[in-house]
Nanobody, 121 residues
Framework: QVQLVESGGGLVQAGGSLSLSCVASGRLFSTTWMGWFRQAPGKERELVSRISGPGSITDYADSVKGRFTISRDNAKNTLYLRMNSLKPEDTAVYYC??????????????WGQGTQVTVSS
């Protein structure tokens, strides 16, 4: 099972930027789809972005499309999320996860501990 450790969260003003990182253990990182989820208080956890093992396929939730960029460095076993033009509604705990398609939806096999992102207005 992949173990994941996120970093890079913090407090930023609306319109600002943050970058998140997620370091993974395990030999299968480069072949594993990875995703960034977020969970705001009182809301369900949502998949924000996902990326294929080689990094050639990416996808974004409509709410972050054009503002967030997911990437990965398989040589470093690291997943990234660059967040620009942040809005107060982006405030949440962000989690990286190893994900797989179960026939109906993307589900997580492994979760990181999460990192808080707070955007002030």
């Amino acid at each position: 099972q992949v173990q994941l450790v996120e970093s890079g969260g913090g407090l930023v003003q609306a319109g600002g930027s943050l970058s998140l990182s997620c370091v993974a253990s395990g030999r299968l990182f480069s072949t594993t789809w990875m995703g960034w989820f977020r969970q705001a208080p009182g809301k369900e956890r949502e998949l924000v972005s996902r990326i294929s093992g080689p990094g050639s396929i990416t996808d974004y939730a409509d709410s972050v499309k054009g503002r967030f960029t997911i990437s990965r460095d398989n040589a470093k076993n690291t997943l990234y999320l660059r967040m620009n033009s942040l809005k107060p509604e982006d405030t949440a705990v962000y989690y990286c996860a190893a994900i797989r398609w179960n026939g109906r939806t993307w589900s997580a096999d492994s979760w990181g501990q999460g990192t808080q992102v707070t955007v002030s207005s």
